[in-house]
């Protein structure tokens, strides 16, 4: 029934408001009664808190992955790419943690589950083969509104399968290039 009700709430979260979300209409649609979502979560916030716990960690899996090699560049576009096929593949999740769930931690201390952690990583690596000069935050945020930005519209359906590649493909270097210490 747990596992019903946060794929319920899940669903429910990416197609409307979290303000929206009623217990009564989540109850009704994962087929129990109120009582349940009280009695396994304690609260509408707890639920939407396992919603994201859950995202976070898919995504956090999925990234782990991504084998950290000797060129940190490459590391940051494999990630890039993880994130997108990620993105695509669990449109769900994804509009549950980018949808005002989430937050941006820049700190990478948000504990050892947090993918933001894993780009930083690679973004530290950069900048000590000093091919990336800057704030490894800001360099993470500028990275996450271009892929977030891209990500979302191809989601939405905005962009076709070949513009979203293109673009995808010449967004990353483009936005490493802005941070380089000399041409990427």
């Known amino acids: ?37 009280y009695t ?25 992955v991504v084998p950290a090699s000797s060129d940190p560049l490459a590391d940051v576009s ?7 096929r990620w993105a695509l593949g669990h449109p769900h999740l994804y509009a549950v943690l980018f949808g005002g769930l989430q937050s941006f931690d820049p700190s990478g201390t948000a504990g050892t589950g947090d993918p933001i952690g894993l780009l930083l990583d690679a973004i530290n690596r950069g900048r000590a083969a000093s091919v990336l000069a ?9 990275l996450w509104v271009a892929l977030h930005g891209l990500v979302t519209l191809e989601l939405a359906g905005a962009l076709d399968s070949a513009t979203a590649d293109r673009t995808f493909a010449s967004a990353v270097p483009a ?4 941070w380089a210490c000399s041409e990427v």
């Open 1 to 37: 029934m747990k596992d019903r009700l946060v794929q319920t709430a899940t669903e429910m979260l990416a197609t409307r408001p979290r303000e929206s979300l009623s217990i009564r209409a989540l109850a009704a649609a994962a087929g129990t009664a109120t009582a349940a979502v």
């Open 40 to 64: 396994l979560f304690g609260s509408k916030d707890a639920l939407i808190g396992e919603v994201r716990t859950r995202a976070v960690s898919g995504l956090f899996a999925f990234l782990s």
């Open 78 to 84: 494999a990630l890039a790419e993880g994130y997108r």
């Open 134 to 142: 800057g704030d490894p935050a800001d360099i993470a945020l500028s």
């Open 175 to 178: 936005t490493l290039r802005g």
